[in-house]
């Protein structure tokens, strides 16, 4: 059984159709790829299954859950998470104070325990602060634990909101253009944090990306989409010979 | 019936007021992007200038100084009052929103709620908490319109203020300024950096607002010939709920909004007793917010507050 | 020191650097010795010493009072501040300082309980102790103690969740007469509700019953601002809170039950500095707790950024529905106690003005910080007690102070700081 299963997905903006007819299946452990020009309706597919927004129709499966009509929180709580293609850190908070926050979903001590500093919520945060310091350990950034996320590089910004969706223990891991304006060095930095990631914890991932060598490289499968359709799907070989998605997208890139 | 027409006449009369107020509020929100908390107590201001303007004028035509007509002293009281309102109004937002304009917003908010205390303390400690009743300037001529009460003031306040809404309109929709004001309201951002003078453009918005704001604090005074220190309050806070309930940043929204409350205010208190006029006001506006969370007019726009 | 002198310190330099030698190694329970021994030194001796320096009596607030009414009297007040409070304390802080510091050392390694009780301890006493001079500043330091709790609690919703939040005096105006009608229906023979149903005696101690009851009564109302807080926020969702405040005020002006706009009164006096001062420290202990923890710290996410707090698991609506009726909860707690201070209240006192001032110590003690609400409440209460004989212009100087804060310190003078009680404690040197 897959582990995400996306069937017949449309959505409507008011009359506009931003996807169509959608359909995914992620094996645990797999990375998959969706490219497309902009406005193809790339992140409008990840507030789908995210649960930003509600779908007009069809079905998202997580591990045999169904995840429509899920507030985003219950969807992440779930086993999926994400990055955000603008970063979307909480300016006021330092890199630990993130990752802590991220386990929200797996404290239970409840306001009794916030209230009163119960000796549950004493273990529990402590427990919390372990969790996130092994991913920050991992992710190269333990030193800037206490910094406020603001004082780091984008490089380093983007790191931390790794870790915080690591931190929510996702099954799965959506990355909205993780390298979207870094520099080549961090980009290759950022390509080994994905493998290391994927290696180590053995997600699945599923990546939107606007670098296409980036995608060619990590991905075993990847979706063309065009406005709202995926019009090719295969492995990066297949892709790339595809004389659709190369008259769509990448028609562009081979000219030079 | 007659009745009805009667409170409808008092409506558009009193949403006058509101409106012109409302679009103080409404404009430095749309260029600017915080409420003018003052606002409420430079129309206090305003009413006061007009006020003293009148009154000094008044006293000089009857010793015989000068020769005045008393329209013409009307129309003179409302000139002055809005030059130096304004003036007031650009005091304002030099001092005390120009410094604060990259603050987080709620600080703004709080400035403003201090201006308007000095304001308003400014003005017992200088004239005293006793109401004052405004020279009356014109004679009261009333007409029987089929049972329905109207008299000349009113219909000169309903009628002053719509033409001044209206050439706000023109101005806002015609002119080189009014263009540069819409660009502001339209981007924050990128506008500035195109060459509209954001200052200008902020001075330019509070002296007109200011401006409307002392037409309806001196109608204000012409229609219930008395003034207080905390008229600001009372009418500023509820002018200011107009303009959210318009939908913030919309001129036309504002206008609609601060009739309909006098609209609200006077029927409520038509149908019931007038002690439940603010309890059942507020209710109305209450529910009509949590169902357009984004007021009557404004569109759907999710503020973030930036700390 | 003496290349101090060589590269030739400016005076002020040299007296803040030798004020701080003198004050480093003073822990904060030497402060609270000295403190209780000024107090105690008034106690004995004030009357004695304000007489010697030509005042009529003790000056009751530092001789604020005194010295906008007399000037003349400006050098007796000082020369009495001196003597009575400034000596003695930085006396017993310092010559204590050594001997206190092993205690404080000793005490702090038992738990964190002890010594955070010991210190409240002295600090009540010297309270006490102070207050017992006179009547007026046992109601000065019970309305300041409840205006710390209205801060912590407003700055709870304005500061860490980011809303701008106008309803709190509604919220306080529910709790202070759901806490009265608590007490006088049960434990008071009164023209509007009748007999006591209880014996008096009882009163005392349900008096946290009826606090609870009051500030559950807030929270329940706080609903009506959480709802619509799911999907509306920023300004909309300010004046929603603004309409309910004016709408709870001419509810209770329109309820002849409770006395309408003459309000409420005859409430027994069960809130002496005692109760005031422990439910402020519960207050000031749980919010605290509260804010430290993940899920106090989830308002922060749903300030900052909503969409990622939700993709991080976070439940933004309980988060919002916790922050509004907790904030209300403690809010409709020190209503309660306010009633039971001043044994009357009416609707109007709860208007414009009182939001003004609540948002005034916000704003000015810092956003995000239990410290700056503690030091925001405190200074502006005082700043204004003190103010008062200046009557009107009171009214002018703290608007601009104000002004000047937001203007040089946006974000209020002590903003996002970690109040961490273990710090507080600690033995200097």
């Known amino acids: 059984m897959p582990l995400l299963d996306v069937k017949k997905m449309t959505h409507y903006f008011g009359g506009l159709r931003a996807v169509h007819d959608y359909h995914l299946s992620i094996e645990p452990g797999q990375i998959r790829g969706l490219i497309g020009p902009n406005g193809a309706g790339k992140t409008t597919i990840f507030n789908l299954l995210t649960g930003i927004h509600k779908p007009t129709e069809g079905e998202i499966l997580l591990d045999g859950n169904s995840l429509v009509g899920l507030f985003p929180h219950q969807i992440a709580a779930l086993g999926l998470g994400r990055t955000f293609q603008n970063l979307c850190l909480w300016r006021h908070m330092t890199v630990l104070e993130h990752v802590m926050l991220a386990r929200y979903a797996r404290l239970d001590y409840g306001l009794v325990g916030a209230f009163f500093g119960t000796a549950k919520r004493q273990r529990q945060e402590a427990e919390s602060e372990i969790v996130a310091r ?79 060598k980036m995608v060619m490289e990590l991905c075993e499968q990847i979706q063309t989409l065009v406005f709202g359709e995926v019009i090719a799907e295969g492995t990066p070989e297949e892709i790339q010979n595809n004389p659709q998605v190369i008259e769509a997208y990448l028609g562009k890139e081979t000219l030079h | 019936m007659t ?74 009281t409302i000139l002055i009052a809005m030059f130096l309102t304004s003036m007031l109004g650009m005091l304002v937002e030099r001092l005390g929103y120009r410094p604060l304009r990259d603050a987080p917003r709620a600080s703004a908010a709080i400035t403003g709620m201090m201006i308007g205390l000095i304001l308003e303390y400014g003005n017992l400690l200088l004239l005293g908490p006793q109401r004052r009743s405004f020279p009356r300037l014109i004679q009261t001529v009333t007409y029987d319109v089929g049972g329905v009460i109207l008299t000349n003031k009113k219909i000169m306040i309903v009628a002053v203020s719509m033409v001044l809404m209206y050439a706000l309109h023109l101005f806002i929709s015609r002119t080189r300024w009014g ?69 913030r940043g919309s001129v036309m929204g504002a206008t609609i909004a601060g009739f309909m409350l006098g609209f609200i205010e006077i029927f409520v208190a038509m149908v019931f007793p007038s002690t439940l006029r603010d309890l059942i006001a507020y209710s109305i506006i209450l529910g009509i917010l949590v169902f357009r969370p984004h007021g009557l007019f404004g569109e759907a726009y999710s503020a973030r507050l930036r700390l | 020191m003496a290349n101090d002198m060589l590269s030739g310190t400016p005076p002020a330099g040299a007296l803040r650097s030798s004020w701080r030698r003198l004050t480093a190694p003073v822990p904060l329970m030497g402060w609270l010795l000295g403190s209780l021994g000024a107090a105690l030194l ?80 002295l600090l009540y006493a010297a309270l006490h102790l102070w207050s017992g001079v006179s009547d007026y500043r046992v109601l000065m330091l019970n309305l300041m103690l409840i205006a710390i709790m209205l801060t912590l609690s407003l700055n709870l919703i304005n500061g860490y969740m980011g809303e701008f939040s106008c309803s709190h005096p509604g919220f306080m105006a529910l709790g202070a007469y759901a806490a009265s009608i608590f007490s006088l229906v049960l434990f008071v023979d009164d023209r509007i509700f009748g007999q006591a149903l209880l014996p008096a005696a009882a009163g005392p101690w349900l008096f946290p019953v009826a606090l ?189 102070l104000l002004i000047l804060v937001m203007i040089f310190r946006p974000r209020g003078l002590i903003a996002f700081k970690e109040f961490n009680v273990r710090d507080i404690v600690k033995p200097k040197a």
């Open chain 2, 179 to 247: 263009l540069a004001m819409r660009a502001m309201a339209f981007d924050h951002v990128v506008v500035p950096l195109m060459g509209v003078p954001i200052n200008t453009i902020a001075r330019l918005t509070f002296a007109l607002g200011s401006a409307l704001a002392a037409v309806a604090g001196i109608f204000f005074g012409l229609a219930y010939p008395v003034l207080d220190p905390y008229m600001g309050i009372v009418f500023g806070w509820k002018a200011f709920v107009a303009a959210i309930l318009g939908g």
């Open chain 3, 42 to 121: 008034e106690l004995a001796a004030g009357g004695a010493v304000a007489g010697l320096l030509g005042l009529d009596k003790i000056p009751l607030l530092f001789g604020f009072l005194i010295a906008f009414k007399q000037p003349l009297a400006i050098p007796g007040v000082l020369a009495y501040d001196i003597l009575v409070y400034l000596l003695p304390v930085l006396l017993v802080g310092r010559l204590s300082a050594p001997p206190v510091n092993r205690l404080v050392a000793a005490l702090y390694r038992l738990p964190l309980v002890v010594s955070v009780l010991v210190h409240l301890g």
């Open chain 3, 212 to 400: 609870v009851a009051g500030g559950a009564m807030a929270a329940v109302g706080a609903l009506v601002i959480a709802i619509p807080s799911f999907r509306t926020r920023g300004d909309y969702l300010a004046i929603i809170s603004l309409a309910f405040l004016f709408i709870v005020k001419s509810m209770i002006e329109n309820l002849e039950l409770v006395g309408g706009p003459r309000g409420l009164g005859g409430q027994p006096g069960y809130a002496g500095l005692t109760t005031v001062f422990i439910w402020c420290v519960l207050c000031i202990w749980i919010i605290n707790n509260f804010v430290r923890s993940t899920l106090g710290k989830a308002l922060n996410a749903v300030r900052d950024d909503e969409l990622a707090a939700e993709a991080m698991t976070i439940d933004t609506r309980r988060t919002k529905m916790t922050a509004f009726m907790f904030g209300a909860f403690w809010a409709g707690i020190a209503g309660g106690l306010y009633a039971h201070v001043l044994q009357h209240v009416t609707p109007a006192s709860f208007d414009l003005r009182m939001l003004a001032e609540m948002l005034a110590m916000v704003y000015f003690g810092g956003l995000n910080s239990v410290y700056g609400s503690i030091v925001g409440a405190l200074s502006l209460s005082v700043l204004s007690e003190a103010l008062r004989p200046l009557e009107l212009i009171k009214w002018i100087f703290i608007p601009l």
């Open chain 1, 134 to 212: 092994k991913l920050l350990r991992m992710l190269g950034i333990e030193d800037l634990a206490e910094q406020n996320v603001l004082n780091l590089s984008y490089g380093n910004q983007r790191r931390v909101e790794m870790a915080r969706a690591l931190a929510t223990e996702p099954k799965i891991l959506f990355l909205d253009e993780p390298t979207a304006g870094m520099t080549p060095e961090e980009l290759i930095q950022m390509m080994a944090i994905i493998r290391q990631v994927h290696a180590e914890l053995g997600l699945a991932i599923f990546l939107i990306e606007h670098r296409l």
């Open chain 2, 3 to 76: 009745f009805f027409f009667q409170n409808v006449v008092n409506a558009l009369q009193y949403g006058s007021f509101y409106a012109l107020i409302a679009l103080g509020y409404s404009m430095v929100y749309s260029i600017l992007m915080l409420f003018n908390f003052a606002h409420g107590d430079i129309f206090m201001t305003g009413a006061y200038i007009g006020f003293g303007v009148a009154t000094g004028l008044t006293v000089l035509a009857a010793a015989g100084t000068i020769v005045l007509p008393n329209w013409l002293i009307l129309v003179l």
